[in-house]
């Protein structure tokens, strides 16, 4: 069974931490991406890698690094926890999109900050 | 304008109901579909793709029109498990996707 795993499901956070959000896949996937998702405004994509190593801003990169340094894992990293960060994250993997590969999701992790 | 849209809804139906959404595009060149579907504090899961001769899995059926840029889901038959967010995905290319915000649907007995 295909599996993205995100090995923090809940955590509680003091404005100013430095906060690690951990993925690793399975499936020798090229494709990474860390979304996060809140109400009413659906999923935002932060980052994506497409290779090791390799990594592209998404569309709200603002306060979040990633690292790639090997295939199956993809590191989401908030130098400097703010209140506005508080959300659901959700890290998702997939191979070639264009080719109609299925994207799969990790179960989220669900940060606050305080 | 968001290059994906959805009616957020809610959409409240009663059970056996048809019920039918939209989500309309503004990338002409998207190459693929997606229809996933995510439950209460749950991740988004694959429902079904959406092919340009129109699919249908059951009781769901996805469409896809390009002159119009917009693909489709019909839920025949709801049932109370059928409650969720529905989300379109958008693909450009082999690592560009969009998703639209979602249509919350609500089975009611």
């Known amino acids: 069974d295909v599996k993205v795993t995100q090995s923090s499901r809940y955590l509680v956070k003091r404005t100013g931490e430095k906060v690690f959000l951990e993925c690793v896949q399975d499936m020798d996937h090229e494709n990474m991406f860390w979304y996060r998702q809140d109400p009413g405004l659906g999923l935002r994509l932060i980052y994506f890698?497409?290779?090791?190593?390799?990594?592209e801003k998404g569309d709200i990169p603002e306060g979040y690094s990633v690292s790639r340094e090997k295939k199956e894992r993809f590191s989401l990293i908030l130098e400097s926890a703010s209140t506005n960060q508080t959300s659901m994250y959700l890290c998702?993997?997939?191979?070639?999109?264009?080719?109609?590969?299925?994207?799969?999701f990790g179960e989220g992790s669900w940060l606050t900050v305080v | 304008r968001k290059e994906v849209e959805q009616d957020p809804g809610p959409f409240n139906v009663p059970e056996g109901a048809t019920v039918a959404f939209n989500c309309t595009y503004s990338n002409s060149a998207s190459q693929s579909f997606f229809w996933y579907r995510q439950d209460c504090r749950k991740e988004p899961k694959l429902l079904m793709s959406?092919?340009?001769s129109g699919n249908e899995d059951g009781r769901f059926t996805a469409q896809l029109n390009r002159a119009s840029q917009y693909i489709s889901l019909l839920i025949r038959d709801s049932k109370l498990s059928d409650s969720a967010t529905y989300l379109c995905?958008?693909?450009?290319?082999?690592?560009?996707?969009?998703f639209g915000a979602g249509t919350r649907l609500t089975v009611k007995p």
């Open positions: 959406v092919y340009s």
């Open positions: 995905v958008v693909i450009y290319n082999n690592n560009d996707m969009r």
């Open positions: 890698s497409y290779d090791v190593k390799m990594k």
């Open positions: 998702a993997s997939s191979g070639a999109l264009a080719s109609g590969n299925t994207i799969y």
